[in-house]
């Protein structure tokens, strides 16, 4: 399965997210805000960031927007996390970089789906471009 960064500053939101990912088999990165996070992201390139978008310091968009400039973690899916459930607030995160959006409260189904979706489609274009270069 996937490993996956947490960055969540509440916490029951990363007791909850932590217990959702490791029961469907993922291994579990976790940062309280989004300096950290960062850090564990270039460090450790887990295969998925979940991203609360209302940090402290820094928030969320703008980790992302970070991590879509660095060469080093712009293939890094990141869903955006969050209690702002408005077509805007959903269209902000998709312009920051994010590739994924849901609301809270986490429902496991949707965080589920989300992120098989995102690890299919990254494993697809891992696969297409191992074969295209393999071509003469």
Do not use: W
């Not at 609301?103 to 891992?126: F, N, R, T, W």
């Amino acid at each position: 399965m996937a490993r996956i960064l947490v960055i969540e500053d509440n916490p029951a939101n990363m007791k909850l997210a932590t217990l959702l990912l490791l029961n469907a088999g993922h291994s579990v990165l976790s940062a309280t805000d989004a300096e950290t996070g960062l850090i564990l992201a270039r460090s450790d390139h887990p295969d998925l960031i979940l991203m609360d978008i209302q940090l402290p310091g820094m928030d969320g968009l703008a980790a992302t927007a970070l991590l879509k400039q660095d060469p080093a973690t712009v293939a890094i899916p990141v869903i955006a996390l969050t209690a702002l459930a408005m077509k805007a607030d959903q269209e902000k995160s998709r312009l920051a970089g994010c590739d994924g959006y849901i609301a809270k409260p986490l429902h496991y189904q949707e965080l589920y789906a989300v992120i098989d979706s995102l690890m299919a489609a990254v494993k697809g274009s891992a696969s297409s471009t191992t074969s295209s270069d393999q071509q003469p």
